[in-house]
């Protein structure tokens, strides 16, 4: 079985310092990890995918997750967070049993992210 | 914009009803997935279609079924419904049948109150 776990359930931040949204996961298999992002009546956007290769991975809008599987994380940084940043954050796990690339996504339970002036 | 629309927006019904959620994916995209969002449950997957097939199952109760149709939209369908039911419903399609592989574009939503 796999599921994710956001260790955060809301994150606040001043403009211009840095974000880190926390994401551990478990799974029996080499796992694929995702970042979504939704915004306010909107429906989720993928921020970056890691699927087994670099280890760091670089995604949209300056955010990126660094794999670490010794700790069975996959937390989400961004050096200086901006206003528009502000939305909730999902972690995504899903586990290529056999390497079909057919496993199902499972989400943690979102991470609100505040941005203050 | 993802290019995936969802309709209706928003759904207000009773208890013991059926609805009908329907879903156009992205242009040249064959696969379809619907996903189920609430307070208490958080996201969860829902089942996949692929070119009119279904390809995948996740924690979708007997009281809802979906089919994909020959130009590619989809319907959720929702019977029976309970208060617990109400939730956001989004629907997301790819390009590919595996959900690993292919990123998943997600509509907008359709909101359903159930009272």
């Known amino acids: 079985a796999q599921s994710v776990t956001q260790l955060d359930s809301h994150v606040s931040v001043s403009e211009g310092t840095p974000v880190l949204l926390r994401c551990n996961y478990s799974?029996?298999?080499?796992?694929?990890l995702f970042w979504y992002v939704q915004h306010p009546n909107k429906g989720l956007q993928l921020l970056l995918k890691y699927t087994s290769a670099a280890t760091l991975v670089k995604g949209i809008n300056g955010f990126e997750a660094e794999f670490k599987k010794s700790e069975t994380s996959f937390h989400l940084t961004k050096p200086s967070a901006h206003m528009s940043d502000a939305a909730e954050y999902f972690c995504?796990?899903?586990?290529?049993?056999?390497?079909?690339?057919?496993?199902?996504?499972?989400f943690g339970q979102g991470t609100i992210l505040t941005v203050h002036p | 914009d993802s290019g995936v629309t969802q309709t209706p927006k928003h759904l207000i019904t009773a208890t013991g009803q059926r609805v009908t959620l329907r879903c156009s994916p992205r242009s040249g995209d064959l696969s379809v997935y619907w996903y189920q969002q609430s307070l208490d449950q958080g996201l969860q997957f829902l089942i996949q279609y692929y070119n009119g097939e279904e390809r995948a199952k996740g924690n979708i109760l007997e009281r809802f079924s979906a089919q994909q149709f020959p130009d590619l939209h989809s319907e959720l369908n929702l019977s029976s419904l309970e208060l617990g039911d109400s939730a956001l419903y989004f629907c997301?399609?790819?390009?590919?049948?595996?959900?690993?592989?292919?990123?998943?574009?997600f509509g907008p939503g359709t909101r359903l109150t159930v009272t």
């Open positions: 799974s029996s298999y080499s796992p694929s």
């Open positions: 995504v796990v899903s586990v290529d049993a056999g390497g079909t690339s057919y496993g199902k996504l499972t």
């Open positions: 997301a399609s790819s390009v590919g049948m595996a959900p690993v592989a292919y990123e998943q574009y």
